[in-house]
């Protein structure tokens, strides 16, 4: 093709739209956590464990753009928090042992709040960088005018 | 009152004589010899049809979106402004065009 635009007219945009989709999945992983604060059975048997997100940096390497590499985000591993959950005593629970124990997730509601709170934070964030990004390409355009 | 002086000559060596032979115009030697160069049309083309790709390819995020086979929503709207970007530079770049066409016509020839 004789004219052809890059890959990304607008800066960056690649990086932020990587952290938007980590920062999305750390709000599914939150809902999934407030949701299953109750459950106490599950298909691995045992109650409910909390899940956490790590993110880890992602090399984009940008061979057209000049060669420069930036390093996105990208949702590292979501694993098992391993904190053992409350017993409580409810012997009419059809999870309840012998003695009338019943073994409660370990997810902390507070927790879930500070966490869907900073997940959707840090998303706001994101979205402030790539209305910003926008306005810097459109303003670029009013150069000639 | 000093007399009128012969006329000094004129400096005839800077001037062209007229019977002097005129530099050579190079001329095509004969029409549709020489391979016709992809011109303004064939860029402006290219361009069209790159702006048309990004606005179908945010089409079909969006419409990803609404079928519910993702839920990157971002995805789709960044895809979007960056079509319309994509656009209103096209629409520069034609600007950019015009002006300079109406610029020539206005020429005093």
Same mark, same amino acid.
């Given at each position: 093709m004789l004219f052809?635009? /890059?890959?990304? #007219?607008? =800066?960056? $945009? %690649? $990086? +932020? !739209?990587? =952290?938007?989709?980590?920062?999305?999945?750390?709000? %599914? $992983?939150?809902?999934?956590?407030? =949701?299953? =604060?109750?459950?106490?059975r599950t298909i691995g048997g045992g109650p409910y464990q909390r899940q956490v997100v790590s993110f880890e940096t992602e090399l984009i390497r940008r061979v057209a753009g000049g060669g420069s590499s930036l390093q996105g985000v990208k949702i590292g591993a979501i694993a098992n928090d391993?904190? /053992? &959950?409350?017993?409580?005593?409810? /012997?009419q629970h059809p999870d309840a042992t012998a003695d009338g124990l019943v073994t409660m997730p370990n997810v902390n509601l507070s927790y879930e709040m500070v966490d869907l709170i900073t997940a959707s934070r840090a998303y706001e964030a994101n979205l402030a960088v790539v209305k910003s990004a926008r306005q810097m390409a459109m303003k670029a355009l009013e150069i000639g005018r | 009152m000093t007399p009128i002086g012969p006329v000094p000559p004129l400096h005839a060596g800077t001037l062209q004589r007229i019977d002097a032979p005129l530099p050579k115009i190079a001329l095509p030697t004969a029409p549709g010899t020489a391979a016709p160069t992809p &011109?303004? &049309?064939?860029?402006? %083309?290219? #361009?069209? !049809?790159?702006?048309? !790709?990004?606005?179908?390819?945010?089409? !079909?995020?969006?419409?990803?979106?609404?079928?519910?086979? +993702?839920?990157? #929503?971002?995805?789709?709207? $960044?895809a979007m402004q960056e079509a319309g970007v994509a656009f209103s530079m096209m629409v520069e770049v034609r600007n950019k065009l015009v002006e300079s066409y109406q610029e020539l016509m206005r020429m005093q020839v």
């Open positions: 052809s635009f /890059p890959v990304n #007219l607008i =800066a960056g $945009i %690649d $990086i +932020t !739209a990587g =952290a938007l989709s980590a920062n999305k999945t750390r709000l %599914d $992983i939150v809902a999934q956590n407030i =949701a299953n =604060a109750q459950t106490t391993r904190t /053992p &959950g409350q017993q409580v005593y409810n /012997p | &011109g303004f &049309g064939a860029m402006l %083309d290219g #361009l069209v !049809a790159t702006v048309d !790709a990004k606005q179908q390819a945010a089409g !079909a995020l969006t419409r990803q979106v609404l079928l519910g086979d +993702t839920d990157q #929503l971002h995805q789709s709207v $960044i």
